[in-house]
């Protein structure tokens, strides 16, 4: 079939689509700039700040995080005070994350590894020894993002499948800044090139970060928290026909804001007679340590990979949402620290 061509903008639409862009091009520049000039305590406080702020302002993004931990730990949590303050410390380990992220740029390597401690790195050096490739199976989890700059540190080929954004030069800015630190960026769109980008990425023996805790569209249909929801087939897939090795890794903060990177034992991949029960049995098993490991640090994680029940809220909805936002920002209703 013929590739579908994208609509084109309007042209005032189009200025302003650039235009947002441009904007957060120098914004992010300015900000990778300045790091080295600020106190990084300084920078935390501002992190923190700027956390409150979007938190009251972005406030259908965060009914949203609250509908669904209600759907997936409603009977576990049942205060709604305590989920709330539960999303607050989600919201803020995510703008954490934003500086983390950032501020590794500017970071040695021995730096890198004294900041980010590693355990299980004896299943990594087994699966690598294999010669087949590693894929690491994370999420949206804690500082997720710095999982490729800590190996990266140490001396092992890293690449991640990455989502791009929509303008092309910003897109290559952030694939940039994770060269920098040694990252290789496999876009994952078109799917027939990522699918190329990973298959060369293993066949060199390097490890794939694959982020795969959207589940809000897929092939395969699988329990997440109780609920039906889709997921990709991609992971399994590549595991069952390459070979390749299947690591869970997950980089949490710790009580004291420490950053450790967890890199579990292998993930075995289901293999029946045929192909299309070993993927689906396989991304269901691959679900389940996701699972395993938002239960435990679930104020780690964002709290926006779950597809929506109907796809848009309804007005009795918008009116409780627009109520309980009232009632939040009345004295004595700030986001707890």
Avoid at 72 to 94: C, D, H, S, T, V
Avoid at 132 to 144: C, D, I, K, P, Y
Avoid at 203 to 216: G, P, S
Wanted: charged content about 25%; aromatic content about 8%.
């Amino acid at each position: 079939m013929p590739a579908r061509r994208k609509k084109k903008r309007p042209r005032l639409a189009q200025f302003l689509y650039d235009l947002r862009y441009r904007i957060g091009e120098f914004a992010v520049r300015g900000f990778v700039a300045s790091l080295p000039l600020v106190p990084y305590r300084w920078l935390v406080l501002l992190t923190h700040g700027s956390a409150r702020l979007t938190f009251a302002c972005l406030w259908k993004y965060r009914a949203r995080m609250e509908e669904n931990l209600a759907a997936a730990l409603g009977q576990e949590i049942r205060e709604p005070a305590e989920r709330r303050a539960l999303i607050w410390r989600a919201w803020k380990n995510f703008a954490r994350g934003v500086l983390d992220t950032t501020a590794v740029m500017h970071f040695s390597k021995e730096k890198i590894v004294a900041t980010v401690a590693l355990e299980g790195e004896e299943h990594l050096q087994r699966a690598l020894a294999k010669g087949r490739g590693v894929l690491a199976l994370s999420a949206h989890l804690g500082a997720f993002t710095l999982i490729g700059a800590r190996l990266a540190a140490s001396g092992y080929p890293f690449s991640a499948v990455v989502k791009h954004p929509g303008d092309p030069r910003f897109a290559r800015l952030i694939t940039d800044y994770r060269a920098q630190i040694g990252i290789q960026t496999i876009s994952a769109k078109p799917r027939r090139e990522a699918v190329r980008g990973i298959l060369k990425a293993l066949r060199e023996n390097r490890i794939v970060l694959v982020v795969a805790d959207e589940f809000k569209s897929g092939d395969v249909t699988v329990d997440f928290f109780g609920q039906q929801v889709p997921a990709p087939r991609g992971p399994a897939t590549l595991a069952l026909r390459t070979g390749a090795v299947t690591l869970p890794m997950f980089a949490t903060r710790r009580a004291d804001d420490s950053v450790t990177l967890t890199i579990g034992a292998p993930i075995e991949p289901v293999e029946p007679s045929e192909l299309d029960d070993s993927v689906t049995a396989t991304t269901a098993l691959y679900t389940r340590c996701l699972e395993a490991a938002i239960r435990r640090y679930p104020e780690q994680w964002n709290w926006l990979g779950l597809p929506r029940r109907d796809g848009k809220m309804s007005r009795a909805e918008m009116a409780r949402l627009w109520k309980e936002r009232k009632k939040a920002r009345a004295p004595g209703n700030s986001p707890p620290d």
